[in-house]
């Protein structure tokens, strides 16, 4: 697919902010404003993104309008999120901002200067007039995560893998880097699901998926490929230090101790990897990590083998 070029995009954001008189220019002075007037612009200016990065920027930009500021940190770690905006100073005064009882984040303002109880106050108005946005935005997040992993293992699903496969096929070849795959495929499980039952089966599913995020790098480059079959993606990584994480992989699965009534059930993974050639699409590269796989099962499972 070709990305939309940059003269085709509208910015619907900026264009909203634009009718709404905020150019957005950051090096113009911005024009002092008083707490009313603050507090009513920012309620129109923060609903016109659903990025909580970019509400948050905009929020810290506008606040200096009335309180300066040198900086403003915002972190919401089971969202992923950590903001540092401006650059850090002794002084802070830090915020828990919770709505109805949810928690949406941590958030410090930062400054050389002390705050006085006045800037205070008139900080805390303000954030009210964050926390809808802010929510809003936390949802949208989750919304857009959620539909871009696969629920039963937390690994990136279809989706995510071709969006993922396709932006490092690019940068590979931007930057002269290696790239290499890894499809690999649990041996036998259909008859794990028949001798043990399909509850059984996802659990020892969701226990490789937490194995080979337990033994990589970059857990974000894990997918689920298909049912039994996932996709390991290994930027920067050749063809030989792929095969040497295949085959770790492989070993982890090995030793998982997975047990049905007390009885340990043996799982092992078979595995194929490609690595990119010169001027090869993501599609090739995918297709020969595929054949690859096909020929580890047909030479007996629980075994890696290297496309060609
Ligand atoms: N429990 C469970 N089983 C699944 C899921 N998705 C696919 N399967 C099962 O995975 C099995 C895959 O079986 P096959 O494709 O025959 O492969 P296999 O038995 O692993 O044999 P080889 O790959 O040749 O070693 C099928 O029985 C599917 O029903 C799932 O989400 N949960």
């Known amino acids: 697919m070709v990305p939309p070029s940059q003269s085709n995009t509208i910015d619907f954001d900026a264009a909203k902010l634009q009718r709404l008189g905020f150019t957005g220019s950051r090096n113009l002075p911005l024009k002092p404003a008083s707490l009313v007037e603050l507090r009513h612009q920012l309620s129109l200016q923060l609903q016109t993104s659903l990025d909580a990065e970019r509400i948050l920027n905009l929020f810290f930009r506008e606040v200096q309008r009335l309180v300066p500021l ?21 002084h802070s ?7 109805e009882g949810e928690y949406l984040g941590e958030l410090i303002f930062r400054r050389k200067q002390r705050f006085s109880e006045e800037e205070l106050i008139q900080l805390e108005s303000l954030l009210a007039s ?8 936390l949802l949208y997040r989750t919304a857009l995560q959620s539909a871009l992993r696969d629920p039963l293992t ?12 396709q932006r490092e096929v690019d940068l590979a070849r931007r930057n002269l880097q290696p790239l290499s795959l890894l499809m690999l495929d649990i041996d036998h ?9 399909h509850a059984l089966g996802d659990e020892v599913l969701k226990a490789v998926a937490q194995t080979l995020k337990n033994q990589l790098r970059n857990i974000d480059m894990v997918f689920r490929y298909g049912g039994e079959e996932f996709l390991v993606i290994l930027s920067g990584t050749n063809r030989e230090g792929a095969a040497l994480v295949g085959e770790r992989l492989r070993f982890a699965v090995m030793e998982l101790q997975c047990l049905d009534a007390g009885r340990h059930i043996d799982v092992s993974i078979s595995l194929g990897c490609s690595s990119l050639l010169p001027g090869e699409s993501g599609e090739s590269l995918l297709r020969r990590a595929d054949n ?5 099962k047909r030479e007996g499972r629980n075994r890696l083998s290297m496309a060609g």
């Open 189 to 197: 499980f259909k008859s794990i699901n028949d001798n043990h039952g």
């Open 93 to 99: 005064a830090g915020y828990r901002l919770s709505h």
């Open 70 to 90: 040198d900086a403003l940190a915002f972190q919401h770690p089971s969202h992923d999120l950590r903001l540092e905006l401006g650059e850090r100073a002794p």
């Open 154 to 165: 937390d690994t990136g699903n279809r989706i995510a893998m071709d969006q993922v496969l």
């Open 130 to 137: 964050l926390l809808f946005p802010l929510r809003n935005a």
């Open 292 to 296: 690859a796989l096909f020929v580890a």
